[in-house]
């Protein structure tokens, strides 16, 4: 099998990680996102990921807690989750590097372009934390911005739903299911893909988005082979 892609950034929700539970960590999710990483980066795939922390803690949880504060948690949140799938991937013999964009020396390394890009050249997965380090951010702003940062192929979206819709799948049975978009056609119509910051981002320096589900058979795996499935986000 031959990949399309050489060097992928993968976006993973942090609810997503938690599975039937909706909180936490779920050993069955990570140890089948895992599987995959293995397959991929045996392809000589380059692999970065970003994940999300809202399996932990998301926005300010209904309370009136100042933005910046409940950011800063949120953060802390996504490296919980990193060291998580760090040490899950590195049981698969596979070396692998957190890097943060806030300091914390003592569990992870700083983020650092250059040394994230010596990283990939060593065979490492590389994961980065803490979003873009500065609050107002989302992780999808993050994930854009790392994949500019690393030249990557395309952004890998995986959700909890299987693409890009008109309206909620899950509250509507009508919603229609787009199988490709423009950054465009997101951002004027407001559709709820990824936030406005990351499709401009995306759009600018020509990173090309797939959204899908991550619980479909061998998602991750049947992206990075440019297997058709999901909503493809570009250009044109």
């Not at 992870?108 to 803490?130: N, Q, S, T, W």
């Not at 030249?151 to 509250?171: C, E, F, H, Q, W």
Request: net charge neutral.
């Amino acid at each position: 099998m031959q990949p399309k892609y050489k060097r992928v950034l993968l976006k993973l929700s942090g609810e997503a990680l938690a599975g039937d539970r909706h909180f936490g960590l779920n050993e069955e999710v990570i140890s089948e996102v895992v599987d995959q990483l293995v397959r991929v980066h045996g392809m000589g795939v380059e692999i970065a990921l970003v994940i999300g922390g809202g399996n932990f803690w998301r926005g300010r949880q209904g309370t009136n807690m100042d933005r910046t504060t409940a950011d800063h948690m949120g953060m802390l949140a996504t490296v919980m989750n990193s060291l998580a799938m760090m040490d899950a991937i590195e049981k698969r013999g596979i070396p692998t590097r957190v890097q943060t964009a806030l300091n914390m020396v003592s569990v992870a390394e700083p983020y650092i372009l250059r040394k994230a890009l010596r990283h990939f050249e060593k065979g490492r997965i590389v994961i980065m934390a803490c979003g873009t380090g500065n609050p107002y951010c989302s992780t999808d702003t993050a994930a854009a911005q790392r994949a500019c940062e690393i030249d990557a192929d395309v952004l890998l979206m995986a959700k909890n739903v299987d693409g890009i819709y008109d309206s909620d799948p899950r509250t509507n049975p009508d919603a229609k299911k787009y199988e490709h978009l423009t950054f465009r056609e997101v951002v004027n119509g407001g559709l709820k893909a990824m936030d406005a910051t990351a499709a401009t981002m995306c759009m600018e320096n020509n990173i090309p988005v797939l959204a899908f589900a991550l619980g479909e058979k061998d998602s991750i795996l049947r992206a990075v082979l440019g297997e058709k499935l999901g909503t493809l986000i570009s250009n044109d």
